[in-house]
C-alpha cells in the first residue's frame, strides 16, 4: 500500500505540510489554503511517466474497470497540463536527463508518486546493475510511494487519496512548498561515470540512499 | 538458383582457406569458423550465394578473446547458417558488415557497446544503448564500475 514520503511529524510542520493545524498564516490563507487544497486535490491530473512493466497497471487503472477519472485523475500526455508525474517503471541512467527535463516542464504546483519498486530503490535491478538509476528519488522530490513489482491499480489509486490528503495539508504561503522542492538539488547534466579503480566495488556511490531494495 | 547448400558449402570451403565448417550445436544447418582477414570476402561471397537475411550479430567473451558470431538465413536455399570469427580480447577489431547486410548496422553498434569491439568502416560508430559518456562496456567478463553493487549472496 502507499505511503507518504514523509511520516515523521516534526519534519512535516517543519516542512508547513502541517500549516493549518498548527496555525502558520493568517485567516485569509488559511481559508484560501482550505479551499485551493481542496479543489487541487479533487483533479490531480496526471503525467504517466509509464517506462517499464508498471505503465501496464498503470494503465488498467486509468480504463473502465478500476477508472482513473472518478477520483480526479485524467492521463495527459503533454507534461505542461499536468500536476502529479506517476513514475511507473525502471529508469535508466540514459532515461533519467529525459525524466528531469519532462519534470521541469510540468507547471507548479507538482508533485511526484514513485509506483513500483523499480521507481523507488530499483526494485530487483539494484544489484549488478550497470545501466538503472536505484530510486527515483535520488533526483526528484517524490510525495508518495507505492510498494509492489508491480502494485496493484487499487494501490495506485490509494496513492492518490494519500496524495489528495497530502496536497490539502499544503499552504499557498510564499516558502513553504518551495522549500520542499529545494530540498534535492536537481542535476540536468547527467552524473559521471568515470570509474575510480582504487575503490572497492561494494561501496555504494556517494549519491545512493543507504536503504535496502524493497 | 540452383544450386544447393551442400553445394556452396563446399565451394565457400575451396576458396577461402581459413574457413573451416564447424559444428553448429543444433542452432543452424552450418556453422563455418572463419579468421577475420577473410570475414569480408566470406561475407560478400555468401550474400552473392543468396545468405540474403542477417538475422544476428552477437559475441561472446571467452576472456582470452571475443568470439563474434553471424547468424544468416537464406531463403533461396532454405538454410540458415553461422558465421564465427575469434577476435583478440586486448582491442578487438573487425570490419563492419553493414555495407553488405543493412541490418548489421544496428547489431554491430550493440556489439560495440556492450563488448567493446570496434568496426572498421561502419556508418555510425557510436553506442548505442548506454550514455555515449559511459565507461567501459559491461558485457566483458572484467567490467567494474564503482555504481555496482555485488549481491552479497553471489561474492
Ligand atoms: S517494479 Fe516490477 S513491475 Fe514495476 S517496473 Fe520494476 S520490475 Fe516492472
Known amino acids: ?214 | 538458383m540452383t544450386t544447393t547448400f551442400a553445394a556452396t558449402m563446399a565451394s565457400i570451403a575451396e576458396k577461402f582457406k581459413s574457413a573451416v565448417l564447424a559444428d553448429s550445436d543444433g542452432v543452424a544447418d552450418a556453422c563455418i569458423r572463419v579468421e577475420r582477414e577473410e570475414l569480408l570476402g566470406l561475407a560478400t561471397e555468401l550474400a552473392a550465394k543468396g545468405f540474403d537475411q542477417l538475422e544476428m550479430v552477437t559475441a561472446v567473451d571467452y576472456r582470452d578473446r571475443i568470439g563474434l558470431i553471424y547468424r544468416l538465413v537464406s531463403a533461396t536455399l532454405s538454410a540458415s547458417l553461422v558465421v564465427r570469427c575469434d577476435l583478440p580480447a586486448e582491442q578487438p577489431r573487425v570490419v563492419s558488415l553493414a555495407g553488405i547486410w543493412p541490418a548489421a548496422d544496428s547489431q554491430e553498434r550493440e556489439v560495440l557497446d556492450l563488448f567493446g569491439v570496434a568496426f572498421d568502416g561502419h556508418p555510425c560508430p557510436k553506442r548505442i544503448f548506454l550514455p555515449d559518456d559511459f565507461c567501459g562496456h559491461p558485457l566483458r567478463k572484467d567490467f567494474e564500475s564503482p555504481t555496482l553493487i555485488r549481491r552479497p549472496d553471489l561474492i
Open chain 1, 1 to 214: 500500500m502507499a505511503s507518504l514520503g514523509k511520516t515523521d511529524s516534526a519534519s512535516d510542520s517543519a516542512l508547513g505540510y502541517s500549516t493549518l493545524e498548527s496555525g502558520v498564516g493568517n485567516v485569509i490563507l488559511t481559508s484560501a489554503d482550505a479551499l485551493l487544497g481542496w479543489s487541487r486535490g479533487q483533479s490531480l491530473w496526471a503525467f504517466p511517466m509509464g517506462t517499464a512493466c508498471c505503465a501496464m497497471e498503470l494503465i488498467a487503472a486509468s480504463f473502465s474497470k478500476f477508472d482513473f477519472d472518478r477520483l480526479g485523475v485524467f492521463p495527459r500526455q503533454g507534461p505542461r497540463h499536468t500536476d502529479v508525474m506517476i513514475v511507473a517503471g525502471t529508469i535508466t541512467e540514459k532515461m533519467k536527463p529525459v525524466v528531469i527535463r519532462l519534470y521541469e516542464q510540468m507547471a507548479e504546483p507538482k508533485w511526484v508518486i514513485a509506483m513500483g519498486n523499480c521507481a523507488i530503490s530499483g526494485g530487483i535491478f539494484y544489484y549488478d546493475t550497470y545501466s538503472v538509476v536505484r530510486g527515483v528519488d535520488q533526483f526528484l522530490p517524490v510525495d508518495v510511494y507505492i510498494a509492489g513489482c508491480p502494485p496493484r491499480p487499487e494501490s495506485l489509486q490509494d496513492g492518490i487519496v494519500q496524495l489528495r490528503n497530502l496536497v490539502r495539508a499544503e499552504s499557498v504561503s510564499p516558502g513553504v512548498r518551495y522549500r520542499r522542492r529545494t530540498e534535492i538539488p536537481l542535476r540536468t547534466a547527467p552524473a559521471p561515470t568515470t570509474p575510480a579503480p582504487a575503490e572497492p566495488a561494494s561501496a555504494a556511490p556517494a549519491s545512493a540512499p543507504s536503504k535496502d531494495p524493497a
